[in-house]
């Protein structure tokens, strides 16, 4: 391992990686769409080279450091490079789902106080200038608009989101050219300074914004290499989406800080990454179990040797050992890590290693990740829990967040006593273990994505027909749960559920769209001593009875 991260900046990452990996390939991204080049294949030289001209073009442009540049793309190499040059340059890196609708882009551009949005203009058949525009508005170059008074700049990526927009090939042009006149640009960040904010789905109305530090990040993330025994040599496949914190940061992170070779895909395609596992002699997995189940199939049906791998993995649909027990004879994933954390701590405060028994890899969580403190409390108390009984995990240390952007509020919500608490449900085992085991909030998972059931409940209020709503998961067996509205509609409205879909489609992102909308005369509340309160529990006795009943 070159380094343990400590002290370490993003920038100061890339140029370690360019005194001691140059040579060395960095990344294999299979990306449909550039046509121009559909597999990239880049050297760490070449990608360190291309990100200090970003960061020069960046710059040259009028980013300031700690401005936030929010990045609406795919899992594509020019992710990677406005990552690590934002970061570099002491600039607040922004990732942004790609499946958000004009609802929530508008949103976090809003309070972000985004200054910059990069992105595509057309994606596999999505029309993000379209989006841009509905979200801008009346936006010019260098000026502010009502709207999005902090955005200054739109940059796009191949192809373009405005008519405007500077383009990210003109900021590479130009940031080489000053490259090749004065060398690298200055890394401006320090440890303490804001390396990403990500944005995500709490119990609140709207997502909320969780900065991470370099000292939060990289450390924490180069311990997972090791944890994983990654070396130099490794081809690590990962299918997670870049836009959240497993993918995007952790495991970019965790790879290139031994200078192993990162494989990726622009969105997943099962046959595809079935390929790449094989054809680059991938030794490492990053997924969710629908992708590895997908892999196993596929392997079935080629007949395709299994060779040793490890992974790491995260159950989304409910624990599924007959799986785990076949990914050893078909895919060689015999050493796997399942882990728990989320974007507030980082995403591997639980793990276990891979060579402990089937039972703990099997479950999520594990061993507390070295510099954290955890305990399991009564969530009512706050006293700590007996070995063996359930209580809410809390979490303190070095890879925790300060506290939520402009949220005071949620803040105050979230951190006890200087422990923050994950509102998630942990048992703590006689030898050390802890697991996780279910919610304690409201949360939904869709797919391995986060839904604040309140953010879509107010997103349908603003339709004139509403009158009241409430959102809640109906069991999947794909997606573990979807998202399903039960709607009390006006007097007066000749509203139904087709009507009520579409206010959502485009505007809410696909996960959080309901799958269905079903109305009703009334709503479960009941009263008490702090005025109706509405029955979540009675929600998905409904939505799991009429679950059974669809044809």
């Known amino acids: 391992m070159m380094t343990d991260g400590a002290g370490l900046t993003f920038g100061g990452l890339v140029d370690l990686l360019a005194a001691r990996a140059a040579d060395r390939p960095a990344i294999v991204a299979s990306d449909q769409s550039n046509p121009s080049e559909p597999v990239v294949r880049r050297s760490y030289g070449e990608l360190v ?67 910059a949005l990069v992105s595509m ?43 405007r927009a500077a383009t990210t090939e003109e900021l590479l042009a130009r940031g080489h050219a000053r490259l090749a006149a004065s060398g690298p640009p200055p890394d401006a960040a320090t440890p303490d300074s804001t390396a990403i904010l990500f944005y995500t789905s709490g119990t609140t109305a709207f997502p909320k914004g969780v900065p991470l530090t370099h000292a939060n990040l990289l450390p924490h993330s180069l311990g997972c290499a090791a944890l994983l025994d990654l070396v130099a040599e490794d081809r690590v496949l990962t299918l997670y989406p870049f836009f959240g914190i497993s993918g995007g940061a952790n495991k970019v992170l965790s790879t290139f800080g031994v200078g192993a070779c990162l494989v990726f895909q622009d969105t997943f395609r099962a046959e595809e990454a079935a390929s790449l596992l094989e054809q680059e002699r991938c030794t490492t997995v990053h997924a969710v179990d629908v992708q590895i189940r997908e892999l196993v199939r596929i392997a079935q049906e080629r007949n395709t040797p299994a060779v040793p791998r490890r992974a790491t993995i995260a159950f989304m649909a409910g624990l599924d050992e007959a799986l785990a027990r076949r ?72 890879t925790v967040m300060s506290g939520y952007f402009q949220d005071p509020q949620a803040t105050a919500a979230a951190f006890r006593d200087g422990w923050f608490h994950t509102g998630d449900l942990g048992v703590r085992t006689a030898d050390g273990f802890v697991f996780y085991t279910g919610r304690l909030k409201d949360m939904l998972k869709v797919g391995g994505f986060n ?101």
Request: charged content about 20%; some cysteine.
């Open 49 to 115: 080279r291309d990100i200090w001209a970003l960061q020069w073009g960046l710059m040259d442009l009028g980013i300031q450091p700690g401005e936030r540049v929010a990045v609406l793309l795919s899992s594509v190499p020019e992710w990677i490079l406005y990552m690590f040059a934002v970061a570099r340059m002491g600039a607040v890196f922004l990732p942004v789902n790609p499946r958000f609708g004009s609802h929530e882009l508008g949103y976090v551009l809003r309070h972000s106080g985004a200054a």
């Open 121 to 163: 203009g057309q994606y596999v058949g999505r029309d993000y200038a379209a989006l841009a525009a509905e979200v801008t508005g009346a936006w010019q170059p260098g000026e502010a608009a009502e709207q999005l008074p902090a955005l200054r700049h739109i940059i796009g990526v191949r192809t373009q989101p405005h008519a």
């Open 327 to 398: 990914m050893g004879p078909v895919l060689g994933i015999d050493r796997f890590v399942h882990p728990y954390g989320m974007t507030e701590t980082n995403p591997m405060i639980l793990r276990n290693a891979p060579d402990d028994p089937f039972e703990a890899r099997l479950r999520p969580g594990g061993r507390i990740a070295p510099g954290i403190a955890l305990r399991v409390v009564d969530p009512e108390t706050g006293e700590d829990r007996a070995d063996d009984t359930p209580g809410e995990i809390v979490v303190r240390g070095g």
């Open 451 to 551: 839904v604040a059931p309140q953010e879509v409940e107010e997103y349908l209020r603003g339709h004139a027909a509403v009158e009241d709503v409430a959102v809640t998961g109906a069991p999947d067996a794909r997606l573990g749960e979807v998202v399903v509205a039960f709607v009390r509609v006006r007097s007066a409205s000749d509203a139904d559920e087709a009507a009520l879909l579409a206010y959502c489609l485009g505007h809410l992102a696909n996960f959080k769209t309901p799958k269905r909308i079903y109305l009703v005369d009334a709503l479960p509340y009941h009263t008490a001593a702090n005025g109706s309160k509405l029955q979540r529990h009675i929600l998905r006795q409904w939505a799991a009875e009429r679950a059974g009943r669809a044809p």
